[in-house]
């Protein structure tokens, strides 16, 4: 399934390799995966992602289906497609060749208060409707019977909190038992022809200090764990031999472009990239691109360039030229950006539509970008221009995004005050009317109704 095709000289380094599954297209690593946000990437409609961008993978959190689990039966398991297809598949509308990797909780997840903890049969996950419990067993089966090409296993994974050595421990225990579950569950399927490929989390801390995980991975490695599932660069600095043929898919939060490099610098063949996303709702276009041998080594200006541009800025407003020079997406092959700057400031919906499809392809480009040069033997090199040539952060957010949702916001327990604003409210002086008109009575006519006045009344 996994091939490495160029490695570091010495341990643990930036790789070239080959993610092939059958039907799938191929995914040349280092790539990334398109972040969806309850089964579509924001923004782009199923048949925009067929017909205008070219993702070739996607991760999906299965937390944002199971609102209703366990009282009811979610709509996403009551949906049975035709044999033979995978019903999160179907469900989503992905197409047939996109690669597509289910995990449980979305990435980057809203981590949970200190009052909904994981135990030890359950973690704390953020659905639509606030944090509910999910059963790793309950995990595993829903995983095995949604039909994803790769599934992330259950782990024990305290986003956004340190863990001591207590926890530590009995993290390790608990990914050690939810793994061994989910392969036994594996082993007693009827058929396991169509089954995902099993990737094992690893909890964020080194490989020394969760070794007893790691060499039950080990021991099982060859025949049940396809790939591993890494949350903190940490667990990479002293991963054994034994497991380092595995593909490694990241779950680290990079932040900017920068960090992606240093992120493949340190080994990670696939990353999840939440600032696109971001960029996208914050009206930035992407508009860095990586140093390839093919493409400029010149900038050699003092000042560093901005990794986006903010599409709200009026100095857009009378632009006809493209997002980026020379860039060949939907957006600036057909749109101009005073017309983007006028969706944005119009809030059209169509402004962000276009904006993800561009940072999008900007991404697969700067991907393409680096996979040329660690081929070419000049990485360091490039990666080094690179951070000398752009600023190390993406601009500052200057309008409005589209309206935040539940997910997007850090939790803060019970009682906390609503973060949206309702976009219609009534004016003072229509609340007094309404207060003003008693209710026409049940047996007025249709002349004293009409002199009244309907709603308009003044
Ligand atoms: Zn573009």
Known sequence: MFTVIKSASTGIGPRLGRLALPGKKVVHTPHYLGITSRGVIPHITQDTFARDASITGVYVGLEDFIERAPYQTPPLYQFKPPKDSSPLRRFIALPEDTLLVLGARRAPPVAAPAANPNTNETVSVCTAVGFRVLRADDYAEAAERLQADIVVGLG??????????????????????????????????????????????????????????????????????????????????DLPEALQPLPRLGFTTPSAPQDVLQHIVLGIDVLTVPFINAATDAGIALSFQFPSTSCDQSHNGSDPLPLGIDMWSPAHAVDLGPLVDGCTCYACANHHRAYIQHLLAAKEMLGWVLLQLHNHHVTDIFFAHIRASIANGTFTDDVEHFQRKYESRLPEKTGQGPRVRGYQFKAEGPGEPKKNKAPFTMLDDGQEKIVESAPPEAGTDASELEAQGFAAKA
Do not use: C, M
């Open 156 to 237: 024990d994974i305290p986003y956004g909190r340190k863990l001591g050595n207590k926890r530590i421990e009995k993290a390790t225990e608990r990914n050690i038992k939810w793994t061994q579950d989910h392969i036994n569950l594996r082993h007693s399927a009827e058929t396991r022809a169509q089954q995902a490929k099993l990737f094992a989390p690893l909890l964020p801390v080194s490989s020394a200090k969760q070794r007893f995980y790691i060499e039950t991975l080990i021991q099982v490695s060859e025949r049940d764990v396809a790939g591993l599932a890494v949350y903190a660069l940490d667990s990479l600095e």
